[in-house]
């Protein structure tokens, strides 16, 4: 059981990698949409678009907790399988990570609300 505890950790620290890596692409295409508002004519959609991007840096922040949650989970469960660690720690940081994607999935819902409200505005 040890083994394959500590290839489910291994599994978690390359998912956050992962998360990472995706939080920067999507920093990257903000970016893009950001500088592209300049040439949206309509002040309603500029601003829904406007609330997108803010929406979508929000998810990228909560990306980052979430990320940053794994690798503390990882070191923990690292210290809970060599016993140095309490158990509780470990369930506050899976309580902390399931709250960050309860937030992540929220915000990304807006976000595309607010990108099909912006389709709208603008056909």
Sequence with gaps: RYTEALERTVELAKKSIEIRTRAVELSVELEK????LE?????????????????RLQLINRLIDYSD?????????SGRFTGGLQPSIVSQ????????????NDLDVKAQEAMKRFDELTK
Excluded: C, H, P, Y
């Design 33 to 36: 949409m950001t500088r592209g």
């Design 39 to 55: 040439s949206v004519k309509s002040v309603e959609a500029r601003s829904v678009a406007l609330e997108a991007v803010s929406l």
């Design 69 to 77: 949650g794994l690798l503390q989970l990882v070191d923990a469960l």
């Design 93 to 104: 940081l899976i309580e902390r990570i399931n709250k960050d994607v309860g937030e992540v």
